[in-house]
């Protein structure tokens, strides 16, 4: 039997010796690979941590010790190990388990993470409570390199390394986030690594020191001192940390022996490990970023490389504004490390020089964009929704209290299916439409899509393009409307039932509108609200119905019951869209159906709503 299937808990490694833990690393590999082939989700990231997830497991005492993983997307070995093997087929899948830590889970998931540069400050507050405890546990953050980009991480060091808690932060180095790592961090670290980093120190800092003779004195006297100026552990160390490495990360044996090391060590540790993506699948670690979130695959061919004839969003937004840069050479693109989920790929090669990939860094993207503004250029800053709500407060602040203009281009807004909670884009519509000076569209198709991003670029000032994962409906070039401010369009006349739909999801009312002699309208714009068309259609309407792909409360359904009581309108008033809770993962038609958004559960709505007429 393989050791795989013996292993139920944490407490099972404690039984194997050095050789079989470096075969369970083996199994675990292949499993994983089988394993996400059939449902799909992330490989790269967690093919690199297998013999990290196994060595932290085996020298320490989860639960009683808490691993905090951030981002959580390489948690597949650490679900495997704590019980959750014969439950991985059922991963993001509708009632399975989810692609990422999750407290209700498993007492072994520690802290419930999707988005990035949590874990230290999180593994923090735990190590804190160990010392008012006096208890002797260990509270362990395992971050990846490209996390260290955003300033919530850097917020939790300079916190922990002013405390003597016991707490590991644990740099997992594989010189690859989701996309390309960038910044000077990352430079950093990237040097270190190649083996070049002293020699090359030595050269810059020769010509550097050469207009200070008395210092490159120092430095060439002082061997030890010019060491600790280029070597990583200086930075942590200012921090506070005592700093141990860069280690193989897929070495176990020198793994096991470090950490064991660290595990009695007071106050709070730094571990550099050095890791591969796609560690141990050749295709994956020769293009770790295309296998870093994916479908279902043959293991033996890699990914089908065959395209659909059918765009999706992202790809209209990515043809766009390649063509858009062409026309307009102050048009600039700024992402927060998803270059290519966002679409900018293409971009990228093409504009090298008007292109930022500011790392994980949503806050500073925002200002920083504002800035680019100020000074003569529009930039468009492409950003999942799910993301977009860690830069709330700039875009406030310091982007429309002052009105600058630019263009937000808003991917996966609305349901995305497998990734799940964290993931999902439920509340832009309704964080947006309530800050002055923003323009809010919602395209409906792939047309619609082109020209809402043609209208927010030229417009002079704040807009917002938000569209979903997946495909675009297309349509016929005599069926375009011309896009209006604030100005909705009327795709069906019909009787009694008017219904509003808001983006993609007005594709699911067509039949139910021509089955049901409903009015149908496509209102493209959240903010401006077409007042017009809505006071017109209520007065020969019995019902009034608003369909969306965003949180009911405060969303688009929420704007149009305000146009209503401001003008004094009494008309009954449905509201479908997501319910007041988190939603959960499972493929993008089931979420909806469990949202109530699938073309049946709608018309069952609108049907009860009529008899209450």
């Known amino acids: 039997m393989s050791i795989i299937e013996n292993i139920k808990s944490p407490k099972d490694l404690k039984k194997l010796s050095r050789d079989e833990l470096k075969n369970l690393c083996g199994e675990i590999r292949h499993f994983i690979i089988e394993s996400v082939s059939e449902t799909g989700g992330h490989l790269s990231s967690n093919l690199g941590v297998i013999e990290l997830t196994v060595a932290l497991h085996f020298v320490f005492d989860a639960p009683n010790d808490k691993l905090v993983w951030d981002v959580g997307h390489q948690t597949y070995a650490h679900k495997i190990i704590t019980g959750r093997k014969n439950q991985m087929r059922t991963l993001r899948q509708k009632n399975g388990i989810s692609g990422f830590p999750r407290r209700s889970e498993s007492v072994y998931d520690e802290f419930g993470t999707g988005h990035s540069s949590t874990s230290i400050s999180a ?31 850097f917020e939790g060091l300079n916190h922990a390394g002013s405390t003597e808690n016991n707490i590991l932060i644990i740099l997992n180095d594989n010189d690859m986030s989701i996309s390309n790592n960038v910044g000077a961090l990352n430079n950093y670290l990237t040097k270190l690594l190649s083996g070049k980093l002293y020699e090359g120190i030595k050269k810059s800092g020769k010509k550097v020191f050469s207009k200070l003779p008395p210092v490159l004195e120092l430095a060439r006297k002082t061997e030890e001192h010019m060491k600790g100026m280029v070597i990583p552990g200086t930075l942590f160390e200012e921090f506070g940390f005592n700093y141990l490495g860069p280690i193989d990360g897929h070495d176990l044996d020198v793994l096991i022996d470090t950490l064991s090391n660290i595990k009695y060590l007071e106050g709070p540790q730094f571990l ?73 790929t293409k971009f990228a090669k093409k504009y090298p020089s008007r292109f930022y990939d500011v790392g994980i860094a949503e806050q500073h993207a925002l200002t920083f964009a504002a800035g680019l503004s100020l000074s003569g250029f529009k930039p468009v800053v492409a950003i999942y929704s799910t993301f977009f709500q860690r830069a709330y407060d700039q875009l406030i602040h310091d982007i429309a209290l002052q009105n600058i203009p630019m263009l937000f281009a808003i991917d996966r807004a609305g349901i995305v299916g497998a990734d799940g909670a964290t993931h999902s884009g439920s509340f832009d519509i309704s964080f947006l439409r309530c800050i002055p000076n923003i323009i809010l569209m919602t395209p409906s198709n792939e ?61 699911e009312c067509i039949k139910i509108a021509e089955k049901m002699n409903a009015t149908l309208i496509d209102m493209r714009f959240v903010k401006p609200m077409d007042e017009e068309i809505i006071e017109q259609k209520s007065k020969n309407h019995d019902l009034i119905v608003t369909i969306e792909e965003n949180s009911i409360m405060g969303g688009a359904g929420s704007a149009v019951n305000e146009v209503l009581a401001k003008k004094n309108i009494t008309k009954k008033l449905l509201i479908i869209g997501m319910p007041d809770q988190f939603v959960e993962h499972g493929s993008q038609e089931e979420v909806l159906k469990a949202c109530g958004l699938d073309a049946l559960s709608i018309e069952s709505k609108i049907v009860n709503a009529m008899r209450k007429c």
């Not at 550099?272 to 295709?283: F, I, L, N, Q, R």
């Not at 063509?323 to 290519?340: G, N, R, Y």
Request: charged fraction near 20%; proline fraction near 4%.
């Open 123 to 153: 593994a923090l507050g735990m190590a804190e409570s160990f010392k008012k405890n006096k208890s002797k546990s260990k509270a362990i953050a395992i971050i990846g390199d490209g996390a260290l980009t955003a300033g919530m991480a």
């Open 272 to 344: 550099h490990v050095a890791t591969k993506k796609g560690y141990g699948y050749k295709p994956a670690e020769n293009n770790p970023n295309q296998y870093h979130g994916i479908g279902k695959f043959d293991p033996e061919l890699g990914l089908d490389q065959k395209k659909s004839t059918h765009l999706t969003y992202t790809e209209i937004f990515s043809n766009w504004i390649v063509k858009a840069a062409k026309i307009h050479s102050k048009l600039c693109a700024i992402t927060p490390a998803m270059s290519d989920g966002s679409g900018l």
């Open 447 to 507: 047309s619609e899509c082109t020209q809402m991003l043609n209208f927010g670029y030229q417009y002079k000032g704040i807009c917002a393009v938000r569209y979903p994962r997946g495909f675009a409906a297309s349509l016929e070039k005599k069926q375009l409307k011309k896009l209006s401010l604030g100005k909705a369009i009327t795709l069906r006349d019909g009787k009694k039932i008017c219904i509003l739909g808001f983006g993609p999801i007005i594709n």
